[in-house]
């Protein structure tokens, strides 16, 4: 897709917001860097405009079959590269820099995501201090203690208001279900989860493998090693969709990435299975190819799917406009106008009863 496309998309979704009172909220925007390549303190609070409209260099290898493959290839062969990318990008951020981004692309609110130790909670409380901007909070699982939990996530809670917990499977190095980890660590997720239960709180899960580079700041040295494959779908539930977190606890849980980033064929009867079990889980959009958000339409209905872009490694207009097209093609017996509501504002409001 080019600019030119997506200019034209823009202006039919303004026409719509105009008309029909459409608000759209992007759930997923990581405002810095989490994947250890830029450390949080050394992040000027300057930015140069840019086109936004324009796509960015790694999305560029992010959509698309071939250029899933030649990604996952880029990333292997050419970490250096991919480090200058993600620094050239997250190296200098400041709030008017995300704010400016929303606005070209109609989007009203945005949630920004931590993912401990590499972005703390605190760092995006005090950074992004727009209404617009709702925070999540995030847990450095490995270094809290059990029965710290509690009080921090009370704090932060208060703090800076959040409505929902990040957990990233593969940087945090946990497995989704607490028994599938050491007792320790599975002690400390059933906290969390427990938290989030009782607190209202809804958990945004990171879904499929994850592409990195293994060049970390210096700064993060001591911390965990990491994994590439923990949040694959099949480790939330087994093949039958029986599952200790979607079953145990009365929380909406999102699986990032319609649960497959960096996967390409995606394991579309474990998430129809997944779906029609369980009346509170999610998926988001953010990072995924029209033609993936289309095909999952076809079984799973729009109340199950909530926008989101994967900015600042994304461009938010261009996300937006895949769920523009996807729904040109969409035969599933639902309004276009209910299916484009739901996916860009109303579920997350449900989910989050703000
Ligand atoms: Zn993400």
Redesign the pocket.
């Known amino acids: 897709m080019n600019k030119q496309k997506v200019v034209s998309i823009l202006s039919k979704i303004s026409e719509l917001k105009k008309n029909t009172g459409l608000r759209i909220i992007d759930t ?1 925007v ?1 405002p810095l860097d ?1 994947m250890g390549v830029v450390h949080y303190t050394d992040v000027k609070n300057e930015y140069a405009k840019a086109d936004y409209l324009v796509p960015g260099v790694l999305e560029k290898f992010n959509y698309g079959k071939i250029a899933q493959v030649g990604s996952k290839l880029f990333y292997k062969l050419l970490p250096k590269e991919i480090n200058k990318i993600i620094k050239n990008n997250c190296m200098s951020i400041a709030e008017k820099r995300i704010l400016d981004e929303m606005d070209l692309s109609f989007v009203d609110s945005a949630v920004m ?1 931590p993912v401990a130790p590499w972005l703390p909670t605190e760092i995006i409380g005090e950074k992004f201090l727009s209404d617009r901007l709702i925070a999540l909070g995030s847990v450095d699982i490995h270094n809290i203690r059990t029965e710290e939990i509690d009080n921090y996530l009370t704090n932060i809670k208060e703090k800076y208001k959040i409505v929902g917990i990040k957990l990233h499977p593969n940087l945090q190095n946990f497995k989704p279900q607490p028994s599938q980890n050491s007792p320790e660590l599975g002690e400390k997720l059933h906290h969390i989860y427990k938290f989030a239960e009782k607190e209202h709180l809804y958990l945004l899960f ?1 879904g499929g493998v994850s592409l990195y580079t293994d060049f970390t700041d210096p700064k993060y040295k001591g911390n965990i090693p990491r994994s590439r494959m923990n949040a694959m779908l099949r480790n939330f539930c087994d093949i039958n969709g029986k599952s200790e977190l979607f079953e145990n606890y009365n929380i909406p849980i999102v699986i ?1 990435h319609l649960g497959h980033f960096g996967i390409i064929n995606p394991d579309y009867k474990l998430m129809k299975i997944i779906a029609k079990k369980f009346n509170n889980i999610y998926f988001d959009t ?2 995924v190819s029209p033609s993936f958000i289309r095909n999952t339409l076809q079984f799973i209905p729009s109340q199950k799917i909530v926008f989101g872009s ?1 900015a600042l ?1 994304n461009r938010i207009a261009y996300n937006l406009a895949f769920i523009y097209l996807a729904l040109e093609s969409v035969r599933n017996g639902e309004q276009k106008e209910n299916i484009i509501s739901n996916i860009l504002y109303k579920n997350f409001l449900s989910i989050t009863s703000i």
């Open positions: 997923h990581h989490v995501l990171h990032a953010a990072g994967d490694y």
